[in-house]
C-alpha cells in the first residue's frame, strides 16, 4: 500500500500553490509519495506488461529509437487505486481540473539504453480553452519505476512554455503534427529553460503536458520506466485517443470515489488496446 508523507501532503496539497505551479512553472512534484517497496512492485507489473506488449501488434508504440510507450489496463497494475486516491493526486485533480475530472489514460514509457534525445515537443496540441480561454483542463502524472541518473537519459522540460503558441501557420502544422514541435527557432528559449528532472523511485509529479519537454539519450545499461496517469477537465478530448477498460469485477471493486473519475468503458473481458496516440515526429529522434 501507498504511504504518503503526511507532513509533505499537508503541505503541498495548498491550492494556491498547486495552482500556482502548473499555471507558473507547468510541473509540480511530490517527493517520497510512495514507499520503495510499493515502487518495486510497480517495476515488476511495468516489466511484465512491456515483455507482453512486445509480442502483439501494436503493442508497444515506438517514440523515437529504442524508445516506446505502452498503454495498460488499470486492473493489471496492482498500485492504481493507490495512486488515484492518493491525497495529493485527488488534491491537484480538483484544484484545476475542477470536481469532476476523469483519469482517461494509463500507460507507461519505457526508455531503453541507446535512447537518443527526442525534439522538443508537448503531447498533443495546444486546446483552444488553452490558447484563448489560457485555462488548463488536462494533466499528466508521471511516476518513476528507477532511481533515475544522469546517464539514464532523465526527462527535461521548459518551465513556463505551456503558453507558448507555435505551428499555427499551415507550414508547421502540416510539418509539426499540428504545433506539437516548436520551430528550430525557439530552441535557444528552451535550452536556456530547461530544467533536467532526476525523479526518484516514491516521487509523483504532475505537469501540463502543453510543457515544452523532451526525454534524453539513455547511455546507461538499464530502461527508465515511468508511469503515466493522463487525466482530463469535463471539456477536454483526450481521452478519445486512449482506451481504459474495466471488468465488471474490477469496477465493482473500486471505492466509488475512485469509479467515478474512471473514465473508458466497461468489457465483459479486456482486450488488446490497439494504441493510436502515435507522434511521428518522435520517430527519428532529435531534428
Not at 495548498?14 to 502548473?22: H, N, P, T, Y
Not at 486516491?85 to 539504453?113: N, Q, T
Amino acid at each position: 500500500m501507498s504511504t504518503p508523507d503526511t507532513a509533505a501532503v499537508s503541505a503541498d496539497h495548498d491550492v494556491a500553490r498547486i495552482m500556482g505551479g502548473l499555471y507558473g512553472d507547468g510541473i509540480i512534484a511530490l517527493r517520497g509519495a510512495f514507499e520503495r517497496a510499493w515502487v518495486e512492485r510497480l517495476r515488476e507489473d511495468i516489466e511484465a506488461l512491456f515483455e507482453e506488449a512486445k509480442k502483439r501488434p501494436r503493442g508497444a508504440l515506438p517514440r523515437g529509437p529504442e524508445r516506446w510507450y505502452v498503454e495498460v489496463h488499470p486492473e493489471r497494475l496492482r498500485g492504481f487505486v493507490d495512486i488515484v486516491s492518493h491525497p495529493w493526486f485527488v488534491a491537484v485533480c480538483r484544484a484545476v481540473l475542477g470536481p469532476d475530472y476523469k483519469v482517461i489514460e494509463v500507460g507507461f514509457d519505457m526508455p531503453g539504453p541507446g535512447a537518443q534525445d527526442q525534439p522538443w515537443h508537448r503531447d498533443f496540441p495546444m486546446p483552444d480553452e488553452t490558447r484563448l480561454g489560457r485555462r488548463l483542463n488536462s494533466l499528466a502524472f508521471n511516476l518513476t519505476a528507477v532511481d533515475t541518473t544522469p546517464e539514464m537519459g532523465p526527462f527535461e522540460i521548459a518551465p513556463g512554455t505551456q503558453w507558448d503558441e507555435f505551428g499555427l501557420d499551415a507550414e508547421s502544422t502540416e510539418r509539426r503534427e499540428l504545433g506539437m514541435f516548436p520551430p528550430r527557432e525557439l530552441f535557444p528559449r528552451y535550452e536556456a529553460r530547461r530544467q533536467v528532472r532526476l525523479a526518484q523511485m516514491g516521487d509523483i509529479s504532475a505537469r501540463s503536458a502543453l510543457t515544452v519537454h523532451r526525454g534524453t539519450a539513455n547511455r546507461s545499461d538499464r530502461s527508465r520506466p515511468v508511469l503515466v496517469v493522463g487525466v482530463d477537465g469535463p471539456d477536454a478530448r483526450n481521452g478519445e485517443r486512449h482506451d481504459i477498460q474495466l471488468t465488471p469485477a474490477y469496477a465493482a471493486s473500486l471505492p466509488d470515489e475512485v469509479r467515478r473519475h474512471l473514465g473508458g468503458r466497461v468489457v465483459e473481458k479486456l482486450e488488446y488496446i490497439e494504441q493510436a496516440h502515435a507522434i511521428e515526429g518522435l520517430l527519428k529522434g532529435e531534428y
